[in-house]
Structures are given as structure tokens and as C-alpha cells.
T-cell receptor, first 114, second 112 residues
Framework: GDSVTQMEGPVTLSEEAFLTINCTYTATGYPSLFWYVQYPGEGLQLLLKATKADDKGSNKGFEATYRKETTSFHLEKGSVQVSDSAVYFCALSGGSSNTGKLIFGQGTTLQVKP | DVKVTQSSRYLVKRTGEKVFLECVQDMDHENMFWYRQDPGLGLRLIYFSYDVKMKEKGDIPEGYSVSREKKERFSLILESASTNQTSMYLC???????????FGPGTRLTVT
């Protein structure tokens, strides 16, 4: 079945450092890919998405490119801030199923220190 | 703005109690979902519904049931709560033709 694998955390960075959180997926068909963010004590918020190969999603300085050849959707940010500390989830939808279900990775905790 | 609300942010229940978790969305979305979130396991789908009175089992439905009597409301029921159901429960909704989900703030349930 479809699955998503994220790099294990926690990831600890200093402010203004470069961030990469790796995400790879296994899916049949043509899934859409998402990054969600969960700030402490809150629900998940959609951060960015890409719906087809080579699409780049971007929001709030974060970017991710849908790479079909490597089945990857790595999240990057050039300069992180303390306020980016959160849990980040990679997810896919629509691979072998079109019910709107999301398949999530296990989440990666990011801690940014001043 | 889409708003998904959950009836409680924190809940403490005793083993064997019947527990109701309520979720309401205000954007006329067809699909609604219940997940539980546990450290190291990410989000796991319990049940989902794509229409009023319709429901489908997710990956971990055992010990749970759901009810959707109105389009905007999707309830998760723990018939007899157990300690292994202590978790964060998240509700989400999405319109029919889209696949990006909108989440509520979550209910942290503790079963003692």
C-alpha cells in the first residue's frame, strides 16, 4: 500500500540555519503531496502542497519539489527562525485511492535555538 | 476561513466509560475524518465519512465507532474507554473535489 517515510527527529538547529527535512513516498498512480505543520498545542495546518511531478510548493519561506524520479518531497528553508519550532508532517493523497484520505509520515520535530 | 472545531481540548475519563468526541465544520465539506496522533507513529486514520450517515473504517477502527447525522458534525465514540486509547484525537474535513484537509485543534484524551 501507499506509505510515507520521513527522517527521524528531533532536528535541532540554530536560528538562521538551513533546514532540510527528508520525505520519500511509495504510491501507485499520481498522488498529491503535502507538508503540514503542527505548532505546540495546536492542530495541523497545511504548509504547502504539490499536485504533480516537478511542481514546487512554497509558503512562508518553505519550499518542496515533487520529484517523481526519486519519489521524494523534501522540505527546505533557507533561514529558520525560533518561531518555526514545530512538528512537520509529510503526507500524500490520491495514490491508490481517491477517497481524499491522507497517508502521513511519522512527523519530524524541529527545534530552533536562538 | 475554514473552521473545524472540537468539543473539548482536554478530557479525562475513567476506564469503561463511554466517551463522545464531537467535531463540527462550517464550510459544508462532504468528507470528514478522525485520526489519533501518538508519538513516533504520526497520524493514524480511525474512521472517515464522505456523506451524511455514511462511514468507512480507517486503519485502526477497533474500539471506536462514529456517527454522522448532519453534514457538519462528525462524532467519534469510544464505547468503553481503555487506557490504550489515551491519545490526541484530531478531526479533519475536506470538500469533495479537493484533497487538502483542514484540521481542528485536537482533543487530548486521558483514560485512567
Amino acid at each position: 500500500g501507499d506509505s510515507v517515510t520521513q527522517m527521524e527527529g528531533p532536528v535541532t538547529l540554530s536560528e538562521e540555519a538551513f533546514l532540510t527535512i527528508n520525505c520519500t513516498y511509495t504510491a501507485t498512480g499520481y498522488p498529491s503531496l503535502f507538508w503540514y505543520v503542527q505548532y505546540p498545542g495546536e492542530g495541523l495546518q497545511l504548509l504547502l502542497k504539490a499536485t504533480k511531478a516537478d511542481d514546487k510548493g512554497s509558503n512562508k519561506g518553505f519550499e518542496a519539489t515533487y520529484r517523481k524520479e526519486t519519489t521524494s518531497f523534501h522540505l527546505e528553508k533557507g533561514s529558520v527562525q525560533v518561531s518555526d519550532s514545530a512538528v512537520y508532517f509529510c503526507a500524500l493523497s490520491g495514490g491508490s485511492s481517491n477517497t481524499g484520505k491522507l497517508i502521513f509520515g511519522q512527523g519530524t520535530t524541529l527545534q530552533v535555538k536562538p | 476561513d475554514v473552521k473545524v472545531t472540537q468539543s473539548s481540548r482536554y478530557l479525562v475519563k475513567r476506564t469503561g466509560e463511554k466517551v463522545f468526541l464531537e467535531c463540527v465544520q462550517d464550510m459544508d465539506h462532504e468528507n470528514m475524518f478522525w485520526y489519533r496522533q501518538d508519538p513516533g507513529l504520526g497520524l493514524r486514520l480511525i474512521y472517515f465519512s464522505y456523506d451524511v450517515k455514511m462511514k468507512e473504517k480507517g486503519d485502526i477502527p477497533e474500539g471506536y465507532s462514529v456517527s454522522r447525522e448532519k453534514k457538519e458534525r462528525f462524532s467519534l465514540i469510544l464505547e468503553s474507554a481503555s487506557t490504550n486509547q489515551t491519545s490526541m484525537y484530531l478531526c479533519a474535513s475536506t470538500p469533495l473535489a479537493r484533497n487538502e484537509q483542514y484540521f481542528g485543534p485536537g482533543t487530548r484524551l486521558t483514560v485512567t
